[in-house]
């Protein structure tokens, strides 16, 4: 069974321009979240979709980013424009349950602005 | 205060050490409580779940305190394998996750 897949691996933006990621989680995990780790930080929560649904997007860091899940199954998490500060390993996860079974994560996507 | 704080390390031992990590959370209605471990540049992955008896897998025994929302992690005879981040995870009040900063061990010869 495929894992968590995350697209691109690596991505090398400029200041200003517009980078979408992408995930698909483990087919039949109802349950989304997106993740960041910014250098020498814990990883944050960014949000969390059920289905096609927004549970909680308390850790969006500003309306530069916007998450999407059409259709309950891939999502996408575009930054748009990109700064410095944005710069990180994106990390995607899936679950079957929320909170109480495991999420099983992407190897991520390393995003650098420059 | 942060919602999930742990002693970032680094911890350095000895193959065939005991070792222990500590981990505090902030959010008292918290139900589900994780270690999951993290090599260099790779995803995070879970080691075992927390449950309120305590549990052990192997080498490894986790504990959890409700009133003192506390939860360790208890590594003994630790390999060489044994080295990486262990990161601290607690579900969140949206029932998500919510992580340490982690704490890193490397383990000697």
């Known amino acids: 069974e495929a894992g968590v897949t995350q697209f691109p691996s690596h991505s090398v933006i400029e200041k200003g321009q517009t980078v979408t990621l992408r995930c698909d989680p483990i087919?039949?995990?109802?349950?989304l979240y997106w993740y960041r780790r910014v250098m020498g930080k814990e990883i944050k929560f960014l949000l969390h979709?059920?289905?096609?649904?927004?549970?909680?997007e308390s850790g969006m860091p500003n309306n530069r980013f916007l998450a999407e899940r059409t259709g309950g199954t891939y999502s996408t998490l575009k930054v748009q424009p990109a700064e410095l500060e944005d710069s990180g390993v994106y990390f995607c996860?899936?679950?079957?349950?929320?909170?109480?079974?495991?999420?099983?994560f992407g190897q991520g996507t390393r995003l650098t602005v420059v | 205060r942060k919602e999930v704080e742990q002693d970032p390390g680094p911890f350095n031992v000895p193959e065939g050490a005991t070792v222990a990590f500590n981990c505090t959370y902030s959010?008292?209605?918290?139900?589900?409580f994780f270690w999951y471990r993290q090599d260099c540049r790779k995803e995070p992955k879970l080691l075992m779940s927390?449950?309120?008896s305590g549990n052990e897998d192997g080498r490894f025994t986790a504990q959890l305190n409700r009133a003192s929302q506390y939860i360790s992690l208890l590594i003994r005879d630790s390999k060489l394998s044994d080295s990486a981040t262990y990161l601290c995870?607690?579900?969140?009040?949206?029932?998500?996750?919510?992580f340490g900063a982690g704490t890193r061990l490397t383990v000697k010869p």
């Open positions: 927390v449950y309120s």
């Open positions: 995870v607690v579900n969140g009040r949206g029932n998500d996750m919510r």
């Open positions: 996860a899936s679950s079957y349950q929320a909170g109480t079974t495991e999420a099983f």
């Open positions: 087919s039949g995990h109802d349950n």
């Open positions: 979709f059920v289905k096609e649904s927004k549970q909680d």
């Open positions: 959010n008292s209605a918290s139900q589900s």
